[in-house]
């Protein structure tokens, strides 16, 4: 008892002594004042979210489950007859091992991986090795693409598990606030070890595989209640147009993403030789249409994009891509011809970096760079701080603003749900009437103007991130296989019913609150 009573005791001394001698200098700098104190508040909705969790209807998640681990033993069955065919008998996927194994009695050469737990390269099944494997020895596609299909379905299968749910049906992620260099929260299992990382569940543009019900379907509202998600529109996009703006002056990226569909432009410049048209919205349709497994010639423009803002080679665009890389390599050169000032901040922040060792963002946040400021991995690292702090700044600051709302207006009964990165979930009171002040409220909560005066010209300009609200009763998008997800507001009210109300389980006598709310 007295070794540990020492230990917790030092834990405690030595934090209150680097924390006065800390505080003296927050007086001296402005920017990083603001920015403890942003963080310091922060932990108020974080907890709250922690407390509250996220309601889980069981029936769906039990239904994907039971849908996941039937293809996968169909994809085990399918496997089982090539391989016995072979002689080789039965392969567990679930063994990296065995899979390997398999593979090299086949003849296949499989990519090596730098591996962080062993300390060096060793052979890899993951996607994008079975992908070189399945280009380069087309005769073993068939096998690779079960592993791949099972792969996939594996990985679901591990968000669908009634041991990540507490007591009272709902999930609660434990969120750290101030655990990265960007200032975006991450997420994890939660102090009595249930919860997961609820800030990477797949999107619907980004589900594993076609024409599945996306995971997201299985968190619902509170019974009464409906969702609210806000989402900042190509934050990290602005940030970079913005952060182009101030070291060049040139406006030409502000421009196209001010003309409202900047990923469609893109498409266009990578594939010119569909028929594109003076339609916006016959282009941003043609554009939509699947490119790689599910997802767009859009999306991929929009990988390509950013993959370029953030100083992405041709090489590492198509392997993203799924395309050739001298594709990737004349995307690139029309890129920077469309929007030339992208490339020229690239090389001012890295001459910056390379003389101070530290960079400032548009928010005044001060990062020092300790690693080598001539390699090229800190450059990337670099240039991608610049736009991912400025996107969780923003996000961080509307979060507040909004928690303060739910606060201020009891009337309403908003309930800050969770962050993912760029955007935020809440739940309030189910009601026409009540809809239609939140989003007033929202909307102007999450207005959050950015000044930028550039140094090249002199010229100020100020805008705020675009938002993206949308309303429902689950967590992923409106489809005719899921009418109760979220719906884009495009000015109109939702009118729509909820069509499943979510059983709740009772809660056991000792777990029953007898005081307090949460």
């Not at 001698?21 to 942003?38: C, G, H, I, S, V």
Request: proline share 5%; glycine share 6%; net charge positive.
């Amino acid at each position: 008892m007295t070794v540990l009573q020492t230990y917790n005791g030092m834990d405690t001394i030595a934090t209150m002594a680097l924390w006065q001698d800390f505080k003296p200098r927050l007086a001296e700098d402005a920017a990083t004042a603001r920015q403890y104190d942003l963080t310091m508040k922060l932990y108020a909705p974080a907890l709250y979210a922690m407390i509250r969790g996220i309601l889980v209807d069981q029936d769906t998640m039990s239904a994907l489950r039971v849908q996941f681990e039937a293809e996968n033993k169909a994809l085990e069955a399918k496997l089982d007859v090539i391989t016995r065919g072979l002689g080789m008998g039965v392969i567990n996927l679930a063994s990296p091992q065995q899979k390997m194994w398999m593979l090299e009695c086949l003849g296949a050469k499989l990519p090596m991986k730098y591996d962080p737990k062993i300390g060096k390269s060793r052979p890899s099944t993951d996607r994008d090795s079975l992908e070189k494997l399945s280009k380069s020895d087309p005769e073993l596609s068939p096998i690779c693409n079960i592993i791949m299909a099972w792969q996939n379905r594996a990985k679901m299968l591990t968000v669908l598990q009634p041991s990540l749910l507490d007591r009272d049906g709902r999930m609660r992620t434990g969120y750290k606030v101030a655990s990265t260099v960007t200032d975006r929260w991450s997420s994890g299992k939660n102090c009595l070890w249930t919860g997961m990382n609820m800030q990477n569940v797949k999107s619907d543009e980004k589900e594993e595989e076609v024409g599945h019900a996306s995971i997201k379907s299985m968190f619902v509202a509170d019974p009464g209640y409906k969702f609210i998600n806000i989402d900042l529109k190509g934050a990290d996009s602005w940030a970079v147009g913005l952060e182009v703006f101030l070291y060049t002056g040139d406006k030409s990226f502000l421009t196209g993403l001010q003309s409202g569909d900047v990923h469609t432009f893109v498409s266009q410049l990578t594939w010119p030789e569909l028929p594109w048209t003076k339609d916006p919205k016959a282009n941003k349709k043609l554009a939509e249409q699947p490119f790689y497994r599910h997802l767009s010639r859009r999306f991929m423009s929009k990988k390509a994009g950013h993959g370029s803002n953030y100083l992405g080679t041709p090489a590492a665009l198509a392997m993203q891509m799924k395309i050739q890389r001298h594709v990737a390599e004349n995307f690139q050169i029309k890129y920077f011809k469309a929007f030339p000032g992208i490339p020229k901040w690239h090389t001012l922040t890295i001459a910056e970096l390379e003389q101070n060792g530290f960079l400032t963002n548009l928010y005044g946040r001060r990062r020092n760079f300790h690693k080598r400021l001539d390699d090229n991995k800190t450059h990337k690292e670099a240039i991608a701080w610049k736009g991912q702090s400025v996107t969780s700044r923003t996000i961080n600051e509307c979060l507040l603003r909004t928690f303060a709302c739910s606060l201020q207006m009891p009337w309403l009964d908003m309930q800050f749900l969770g962050q993912v990165h760029d955007s935020e979930l809440l739940q309030f009171l189910s009601d026409p009437a009540t809809e239609a002040e939140v989003i007033d409220v929202i909307s102007s909560a999450m207005s959050i103007p950015i000044t930028v005066k550039s140094r090249a010209t002199g010229e100020v300009i100020t805008l705020s991130i675009p938002i993206e609200i949308s309303t429902g009763w689950n967590w992923a998008k409106e489809s005719p296989a899921n009418p109760d997800g979220l719906r884009e507001y495009t000015g109109t009210i939702d009118d729509r019913k909820r069509t499943k109300t979510p059983k709740i389980p009772k809660p056991r006598f000792m777990d029953r609150r007898v005081c307090g709310v949460y």
